[in-house]
T-cell receptor, first 111, second 113 residues
Framework: GQQVMQIPQYQHVQEGEDFTTYCNSS?????IQWYKQRPGGHPVFLIQ?????EVKKQKRLTFQFGEAKKNSSLHITATQTTDVGTYFC???????????FGSGTRLSIRP | DGGITQSPKYLFRKEGQNVTLSCEQN?????MYWYRQDPGQGLRLIYY???????QKGDIAEGYSVSREKKESFPLTVTSAQKNPTAFYLC????????????FGPGTRLLVL
């Protein structure tokens, strides 16, 4: 079945350093979504990527969708303590199939 | 993430008891989902529903049951058959069928003693 793998599982960075999490699918995706879950909270939708090679930015966050539509990345520039949480990718094989969530990357930050 | 409520926030039950978790949404979304999250883990799909009176099993449906009698409501029952029910349960909804942007409720933490 379809799998969505996410790495790394954990990352601990110094405040101000950059952070990247990677998402890889075993099958071609029609779209990929990214969510953020703060400690003790619930996942909140960040963005959706649909086009091959698409790049979207939200302030310090940059999201990319691979040319083959099988991988994606989230890059945070100059992390801040407010970035702490777990970042999940979620892929969809077709518009008719359900979303498959990656296992998440937990980001912690040293002030 | 507004418009979806889950109650209660924390729930304690004795082993062997069934327990029902509430999920209500006023977003007029067609689809609703239940996920289970264990500490430090990702989201695992329990059940989902795309229309009223219809639902499908997810990846870990054993020991759980659901109903969808109203568009706004999708309660989850954790039965005594679920061997390890202690977890964080998240309900979500989306506009169309499976795969659209999902809006999550605040979750219910279930502790079975």
């Amino acid at each position: 079945g379809q799998q969505v793998m996410q790495i790394p599982q954990y990352q601990h960075v110094q405040e101000g350093e950059d952070f990247t999490t990677y998402c890889n699918s075993s099958t071609t995706l029609s779209n990929i979504q990214w969510y953020k879950q703060r400690p003790g909270g619930h996942p909140v939708f960040l963005i959706q990527l649909v086009k091959s090679g698409e790049v979207k930015k939200q302030k310090r966050l940059t999201f990319q969708f691979g040319e083959a539509k099988k991988n994606s990345s989230l890059h945070i520039t100059a992390t801040q303590t407010t970035d702490v949480g777990t970042y999940f990718c979620a892929g969809q094989r077709s518009s008719a199939s359900k979303i498959i969530f990656g296992s998440g990357t937990r980001l912690s930050i040293r002030p | 993430d507004g418009g979806i409520t889950q109650s209660p926030k924390y729930l304690f039950r004795k082993e062997g008891q069934n327990v029902t978790l509430s999920c209500e949404q006023n977003l007029n979304h067609d689809a609703m989902y239940w996920y289970r999250q264990d500490p430090g883990q990702g989201l695992r799909l329990i059940y989902y529903s795309q229309i009223v009176n219809d639902f499908q099993k997810g990846d870990i449906a054993e020991g759980y049951s659901v109903s969808r009698e109203k568009k706004e409501s999708f309660p989850l029952t954790v039965t005594s058959a679920q061997k390890n029910p202690t977890a964080f349960y998240l309900c979500a909804s989306s506009i169309l069928g499976a795969g659209e942007t999902q809006y999550f409720g605040p979750g219910t933490r279930l502790l079975v003693l």
